[in-house]
């Protein structure tokens, strides 16, 4: 039962501001970075090497940056938005880790819980992604010839495979209907044209498309309930 | 003082430490305001509980890997630098491509020997000028872009009916297709079996798992994690007899 004090449109609007702020001063760090490496270091930029580079690193970038931010925003809502843009990361882990969540809790898409489980989700994964990777620091010199041990490299080739195994079971089962025309899309294109298997960025998009379009058909005609 | 002991020095630690500090205490921030919204519009508090640990071990293995890509990168970037660069926007297969594009684009190669302090200066500032562009969008659209899908101010009305949940599995269905398709595509095409044998260990585990959770509700939390693992472990096996 929501409690008759609390006013979630100021809670949303506090969640904005704080992510607005919060990410105007990571970016502002996160930019002056490399100038502060270069003071430390006695070097300077090389700004031909920088300019010659950063064009051919746009073209590519900002419209899978546009599309993404299209894309994630409506899924995972503006709180745990505001914290994946900045903390990175989303296809391959925020985004099933907000999922799952949401699965667990029973978050129904477009709800206030939604947004709080996503950002509950998101805000955790980010913080034990952190961790994670900062005890691997410390521990680098002992943990290096495990990590990299050859017996164990297919363990961690393949943490996206078992990634999309598990999730993509919890999802395909859903819905048949709206499966069997993307995953026969992108199996059928890539062994056609075998380049595009290194460029699920992109088929990500096309596949997407496809779902949301077929589930629309279908959602219309009353076949999906 | 050599190239690769410039690039591991402490202040450029105490600098990616900082940073790195910070982002932590936003999400803090964003955990313990979003729990504290929780717990007033009504939710139960088990439920957001579960969220942060379900959240918390489905993490772990993932974050093994990024580390790995730490590792990789060290090598050529130092620690610092990759430390902070795959702590923070972007992921492994950008942060390695950019920084090789960086390199080559200054006559060098994307190797310690090669890189100079300055070289690895720009490089930074490429990597981070060149995928910044989503945490700009949000912070200048954001609030207008979820206004206008209903996902903010008002917040949707809680209900979630309609079309709104189809959207949503269907995206996650497109997602997975994605790239569960191009591991069969890679077994017919590269007769690269791992890949594909792992998907189907990890989907046949979260299937157990997800019909012991009816019975055990400790499996809910952890099913995919633990499928996760399971799969992982099964690629480790298949590859000694592959």
């Known amino acids: 039962m929501e409690n008759d004090t609390f006013d979630y449109g100021k809670y949303n609007d506090s969640i904005h501001r704080a992510g607005r702020i919060g990410l105007s001063i990571g970016v502002l760090m996160l930019l002056s970075a490399p100038f502060l490496f270069a003071w430390f270091l006695d070097a300077s930029i090389e700004w031909d090497g920088f300019f010659s580079s950063i064009w051919s ?17 409506p899924l995972l809502g503006p709180g745990a938005s505001y914290l994946s843009f900045i903390t990175g990361n989303i296809t391959n882990l925020k985004l099933p880790c907000a999922a799952n969540a949401r699965e667990i809790a ?75 025309l993307p995953l026969s899309f992108m199996v059928l294109i890539c062994t056609l044209i075998p380049s595009l298997m290194g460029q699920t960025s992109i088929m990500i998009i096309a596949c997407g498309a496809l779902s949301i379009g077929l589930s629309w058909i279908l959602w219309k005609k009353h076949i999906l309930k | 003082m050599s190239y690769l002991e410039a690039a591991n020095s ?33 939710m139960d508090r088990k439920v957001l509980r579960r969220a942060i640990t379900s959240s918390a071990t489905f993490t772990v293995l993932p974050s093994v890997s990024i580390l790995l890509g730490v590792i990789a990168l060290s090598g050529s970037l130092g620690i610092p630098a990759s430390w902070l660069r795959l702590s ?52 200048f659209t954001m609030k ?34 994605t790239f569960v398709g191009s591991y069969v595509a890679d077994a017919v095409v590269t007769k690269d079996f791992v890949p594909f044998f792992t ?35 099964g690629a480790v096996v298949i590859s000694l007899f592959i």
């Not at chain 1, 363990?155 to 209907?177: E, I, M, T």
């Not at chain 2, 012991?212 to 633990?226: G, M, P």
Request: charged letters at 10%.
């Open chain 2, 144 to 177: 207008k872009y979820s206004a206008k899908l209903s996902l903010g101010s008002r917040g949707g009305n809680g209900s979630g009916g309609g079309y709104a949940s189809w959207a949503m599995v269907a995206m996650m269905i497109g997602l997975c297709s």
């Open chain 1, 106 to 180: 029973h978050a129904e898409v477009g709800s206030k819980e939604n947004e709080i489980i996503s950002t509950l989700s998101v805000a955790t994964s980010s913080l034990v992604t952190m961790v994670v990777i900062f005890i691997g620091v410390l521990l680098l010199i002992p943990l290096t010839p495990i990590l990299e041990n050859p017996t164990l490299a297919p363990a961690f080739d393949n943490v996206l495979p078992a990634l999309f195994g598990a999730l993509g079971y919890q999802y395909f089962r859903k819905s048949l209907k709206i499966t069997v």
């Open chain 2, 88 to 139: 923070v926007v972007g992921n492994l297969q950008y942060e390695a491509t950019v920084a090789e594009i960086a390199a080559n684009s200054m006559g060098l190669s994307l190797n310690s020997s090669s890189l100079d302090v300055s070289a690895l200066s720009t490089i930074l500032l490429v990597m981070t000028v060149g995928i910044i562009w989503g945490c700009l969008l949000s912070i």
């Open chain 2, 199 to 233: 998907v189907l260990i990890s989907a046949l585990f979260m299937a157990l798992f997800e019909l012991l959770s009816k019975r055990f509700k400790v499996f809910e939390n952890f099913s995919l994690a633990l499928s996760m693992f399971l799969g992982m472990t």
């Open chain 2, 10 to 42: 402490l202040p450029l630690y105490l600098i990616v430490g900082a940073i790195l500090l910070f982002i932590a205490l936003m999400c803090l921030f964003f955990i313990v305001k979003s729990y504290r919204a929780g717990v007033r519009i009504g």
């Open chain 1, 57 to 73: 690193v746009l073209i590519v970038y900002v419209p899978s940056c546009v599309v993404e931010y299209l894309i994630y925003v």
